[in-house]
């Protein structure tokens, strides 16, 4: 099968419908966030990282790998949750390269604010239509194909 220059029709109806998935999914969660909450995905996203790491603190280069991004892209991410009081950045008193971000208490009510939203749609859309075996498997398969596609833990990118 992998020598094969072209899919099969079954190939092609599933990555149309992962490509449409992709597409799809991300901007609904998007306007859920945006209209509900004031916060893009992207921004949902590191807050809910932050909250997740010890000391509510992760390094800018750990967060934009975590979102398959680029540093001044995750720099701009950041600089707006700064601008809004919702993370601190700060430099590594022993290492001045490196930056962390921290997530402060105004940041962690914003993200406690926009989550049940978030988990709501989430639920509605997409876990309520899953069986538990069904859900089991599609955790089994996108890890592994987020796996073959170079990511090491299965983490959705930011």
Do not use: C
Not at 46 to 53: E, G, I, N, R, V
């Amino acid at each position: 099968m992998a020598d094969r220059d072209e899919l099969d029709a079954q190939e092609q109806d599933a990555w149309l419908a992962l490509a449409a998935m992709l597409s799809v999914v991300p901007a609904a969660l998007e306007q859920q966030l945006q209209r509900h909450d004031r916060l893009s995905l992207v921004e949902f996203l590191a807050l809910s990282m932050l909250a997740d790491s010890a000391g509510h603190q992760v390094r800018m280069s750990d967060l934009a790998e975590a979102a398959s991004s680029t540093p001044s892209r995750i720099s701009r991410v950041v600089a707006g949750l700064e601008s809004e009081g919702f993370v601190t950045r700060s430099m590594d008193p022993k290492d001045r390269r490196v930056v962390h971000v921290t997530l402060l208490p105004k940041g962690s009510a914003k993200l406690r604010e926009a989550a049940p939203g978030h988990a709501r749609m989430l639920r509605s859309r997409l876990f309520d239509r899953l069986t538990e075996a069904q859900l089991k498997g599609l955790v089994d398969v996108l890890q592994d194909i987020t796996g073959a596609f170079g990511s090491t833990d299965g983490s959705p990118s930011l």
